[in-house]
């Protein structure tokens, strides 16, 4: 109501309400490289127009006079009461876009009470990004590592520092094809910019040791050289440059840690086995990030899963791949009404959020949009992007006369195919 009485008062938002001008104006405002890789997808970027294709396909149908003259927008998600069923998608490498950005959308998130999934390719050490909620809910985004002691470190640290779920993602066992990062040279790892869950970590820095010690046994001088900087420099980041460590560290240091960071941040090798070791490793709850298929959603929930985030990453893995809100349906179905079950890729409105619930979301989250706000305005840019979503959210559900999303079925689409 806040956001559409501003409007009718003739005030002009820093941030537009269009998305298509939001998309402009972030462009603007970020540099090529960070615009190329938040922005772009995988391939030739059919998933990501498939993603808007599906949303844009579906129509609702409303219905009129049903007297709701509030709606209740809350919802509850794994035990935990929401004020809306929104939620902020973990971005890894926010940092390109701007410095201290994980702990701006944290701050942004917290404001709104809006669940924030804290990315493991975050630039903020997690512990900080837990201090920056306060008590606003966040689950942490694990990508499993090849090193499993690594893996073990990443799920203590999440319960110790208040993580209400660990979000695992399958989906990115290795990096998409991305022309447009290959192209300029600039996937951002190569800068160095979120592996700051990896630099704060007691295990990550005892496998940097190691290839110490392993280069010394070969007599590889200027390897040791240069690990023995990596080691010295990752002892010594200061948490008062969250955001990126380019300004800390010089060359060849970043690159002797990043090659590490590149050989065990991901696995390729990744199967349902390791998934099936949750449980006895976490009292966390286990969400899924990245099915799409019914069969891989019902395997996760057979493996003590609670919840499974339906997702293709934004269009930037498998390009082809179906759209999300294509796979939700079947989804839903395979894992019945007990399993949470997000949406996310391609959500960019209020109606969309409703289109999702209409075929059988909990929730969604939304990617690309907030780090658009964060580029324009940090975190008031964040925050007001979510709150224009969720201002939408509002008036569609009243103008469709629902009551609550509760209420929200299939029932207002006009062909729940
Ligand atoms: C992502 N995504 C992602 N997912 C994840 O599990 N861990 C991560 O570190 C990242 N990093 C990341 C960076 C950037 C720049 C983007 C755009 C996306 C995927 C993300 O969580 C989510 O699935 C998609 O962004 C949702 O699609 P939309 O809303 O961007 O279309």
């Known amino acids: 109501a806040e956001v559409y009485r501003a409007g009718v008062l003739g005030r002009r938002p820093t941030i537009p309400s269009d998305l298509a001008e939001l998309e402009r104006r972030a462009r603007r405002a970020m540099s090529p490289k960070a615009w190329a890789y938040v922005a772009g997808g995988a391939g030739n970027g059919a998933t990501m127009r498939s993603n808007r294709a599906a949303f844009e396909r579906r129509q609702l149908v409303p219905r009129m006079a049903a007297g709701h003259r509030q709606r209740d927008l809350s919802t509850t998600l794994l035990g935990q009461r929401l004020p809306s069923p929104l939620l902020l998608a973990p971005i890894g490498a926010a940092g390109l876009v701007r410095r201290g950005s994980d702990l701006m959308v944290a701050r942004a998130a917290a404001r709104l009470g809006t669940p924030y999934i804290v990315s493991n390719q975050g630039c903020s050490p997690m512990e900080d990004v837990a ?26 640290r999440a319960e110790a520092s208040g993580a209400a779920a660990v979000v695992v993602t399958v989906d990115t066992t290795m990096l998409g094809w991305r022309p447009r990062d290959l192209d300029l040279g600039s996937l951002p790892f190569s800068q160095g910019v979120g592996i700051a869950q990896y630099t704060s970590d007691p ?26 900087g990596a080691v010295r420099s990752l002892l010594s980041i200061s948490r008062e440059h969250p955001g990126s460590w380019r300004d800390n560290l010089r060359s060849p240091v970043p690159r002797a840690a990043v090659e590490t960071f590149l050989d065990i941040y991901s696995n390729p090798g990744l199967a349902w086995d390791h998934l099936a070791t949750l449980p006895e490793r976490t009292r966390l709850p286990v969400v899924v990030k990245g099915v799409l298929h019914p069969d891989d959603a019902r395997r996760a929930v057979d493996l003590g899963a609670a919840g499974v985030v339906v997702s293709n990453h934004g269009g930037r893995q498998v390009d082809g791949a179906i759209a999300s809100l294509d796979a939700l349906a079947a989804v839903r179905s395979a894992v019945g009404g007990q399993t949470a079950v997000v949406l996310d890729s391609g959500v960019r409105s209020g109606a969309d959020v409703v ?63």
């Open 203 to 228: 295990r990550f820095r005892q496998i940097v040791a190691e290839r110490v010690d392993v280069a010394a046994a070969a007599g590889r001088d200027r390897d040791v050289e240069v690990t023995i």
């Open 355 to 417: 289109k999702a619930l209409a075929l059988g979301a909990d929730a969604v989250a939304l990617g690309r949009p907030y780090v658009y706000g964060l580029a324009l305005d940090g975190q008031s840019g964040v925050r007001d992007v979510v709150a224009n979503v969720v201002a939408e959210l509002d008036l569609t559900l009243g103008l469709c006369g629902v009551g609550s999303v509760a209420e929200v079925g299939p029932d207002l689409l006009a062909d729940a195919g």
């Open 131 to 156: 201090r920056a909620m306060g008590g606003t809910p966040w689950w942490f985004q694990l990508y499993w590592s090849t090193d499993e002691d690594l893996v073990d470190s990443m799920l203590q």
